[in-house]
C-alpha cells in the first residue's frame, strides 16, 4: 500500500512525458510580417505549453506551394497545414461554395455563409482528403489595387488581373479582363513588371506585402473575404488522445476567432494607410488613389454571382459531387437568401 502513491506519480509523469514527446508538424502560409501572424503565433506557443514538439514552418520558406496544401496534409507529409480555400477549390470545387465571388462580401454576411456551410465542408474534407477542419477563418474584404488609371470596374476591361480562384477569375471574365493566376508572393514582382495590372486581396495583406509601392489605384469594392482552412489529417489527428484532441480543438478555436476579430476591425486602417489618409495608424503609409465605389460597381458583381458565378460553380461541383447544389441551396443559400436552380 505504500508503494501506490509512488506507483501513481511514476505513472503520471510516464503520461506526461508522452505527451511532450508527440510531435506536431505545421504548415502556415502566414509570414511573419502579417497582421495575423502574431495569432497564429499564439497558437503555436499555446500547443508548446501543452507539451506538443512543434516543428513550424510555412511554404515560402520551404519553397512550397500552396496549390500542394491539400495533399501535404493528406499524406501527412505535416499535420496541421493552412490552405488558401479558393486554392483548395481546384482539387475539390465543392470547397469554393465556402466563399464564392460575389455571395459574401462583408464579414458579417460572409460569418454566416461559414457557420452554414462547415460541417457539409468538414465531411467532404474527411471523407475525400483524410482529413479535418481545426479552423476557418477570412483575410478580410478583397479589394482591387491597379497599376492603371481606374475610375470604376467598367475601367478593368482589357487588364490583366490577378486571381486566386475560380470563381474569381469567372467574375474577372465578366468583366472583360484576363485573369492570370498567381499565388500571393508571386504578385508584387508580377506588378513590377507588367505581367498583371491588378491585383486582388485585402487591404491588411496588400499593405504588408508593399503592393502600394507598384500599384497607383485602390477600388475598395469587396468581392469575397478569402477564406483559409486549418486543416489536420485526421490519421494524426485520432492518435492523439482525448486530452490532446481538447488541446488543439482549443487553441484553433482560440486562433479563429482572433482572425475574424482582426478581419472585422484592421482593414479599415489599412484601406486608410494605403490611400494616405491621416486615420492611418497601424500600417504602412502609401499613397495609392483612392477610387470611389459607385452603385453601379455593386450591382455589377451581385449580376455576376448570379448570372456567371453560381452556374459555373454549381455545373463544376456537380460534375464531381453529385447533389453539392442541393447542399448548397440548404446551406450557404439558406444564410444568404439565395438558390441556385437546378433542373
Not at 33 to 52: C, I, R, W
Not at 214 to 233: E, K, M, Y
Request: aromatic share 8%.
Amino acid at each position: 500500500m505504500r508503494l501506490f502513491p509512488q506507483i501513481l506519480l511514476a505513472g503520471l509523469v510516464a503520461g506526461t512525458a508522452v505527451q511532450a514527446q508527440t510531435p506536431v508538424r505545421i504548415l502556415s502560409q502566414i509570414l511573419p510580417t502579417a497582421k495575423q501572424y502574431p495569432n497564429e503565433e499564439a497558437a503555436v506557443e499555446t500547443l508548446k505549453g501543452e507539451g506538443f514538439q512543434v516543428q513550424y514552418n510555412n511554404y515560402e520558406g520551404l519553397g512550397l506551394s500552396t496549390a500542394d496544401g491539400l495533399r501535404l496534409v493528406s499524406d501527412n507529409t505535416f499535420n496541421i497545414v493552412s490552405v488558401q480555400i479558393g486554392t483548395a477549390a481546384r482539387d475539390d470545387a465543392f470547397f469554393e461554395g465556402l466563399d464564392l465571388i460575389g455571395v459574401s462580401t462583408d464579414m458579417v454576411s460572409l460569418k454566416a455563409a461559414v457557420d452554414a456551410y462547415r460541417d457539409a465542408f468538414d465531411a467532404r474534407l474527411q471523407d475525400r482528403f483524410g482529413a479535418k477542419v481545426l479552423a476557418l477563418w477570412p483575410f478580410g474584404p478583397q479589394v482591387f489595387y491597379c497599376n492603371a488609371e481606374v475610375a470604376s470596374v467598367d475601367d478593368l476591361s482589357g487588364l490583366k488581373i490577378r486571381s486566386f480562384t475560380p470563381s474569381m477569375s469567372a467574375l474577372l471574365e465578366s468583366f472583360g479582363a484576363s485573369p492570370v493566376t498567381l499565388n500571393f508572393g508571386e504578385v508584387y514582382p508580377a506588378l513590377q513588371r507588367g505581367v498583371a495590372d491588378c491585383g486582388v486581396t485585402s487591404p491588411t495583406s496588400g499593405n504588408s506585402g508593399n503592393w502600394p509601392e507598384v500599384t497607383t489605384h485602390q477600388i475598395p469594392l469587396s468581392v469575397s473575404g478569402s477564406v483559409q482552412g486549418i486543416f489536420a489529417n485526421l490519421d494524426w489527428w485520432n492518435g492523439l488522445t482525448d486530452e490532446q484532441r481538447a488541446e488543439v480543438g482549443a487553441a484553433y478555436d482560440t486562433l479563429e476567432a482572433a482572425q475574424w476579430e482582426l478581419a472585422d476591425t484592421i482593414n479599415d486602417d489599412a484601406l486608410a494607410c494605403n490611400t494616405g489618409q491621416d486615420s492611418c495608424s497601424e500600417h504602412t503609409a502609401f499613397s495609392m488613389t483612392l477610387v470611389d465605389v459607385t452603385d453601379a460597381d455593386v450591382e455589377r458583381v451581385k449580376e455576376a454571382a448570379g448570372a456567371v458565378i453560381l452556374p459555373d460553380w454549381a455545373a463544376r461541383c456537380e460534375a464531381t459531387y453529385e447533389g453539392c447544389t442541393a447542399i448548397w441551396n440548404e446551406t450557404v443559400g439558406a444564410a444568404r437568401g439565395l438558390a441556385i436552380l437546378t433542373n
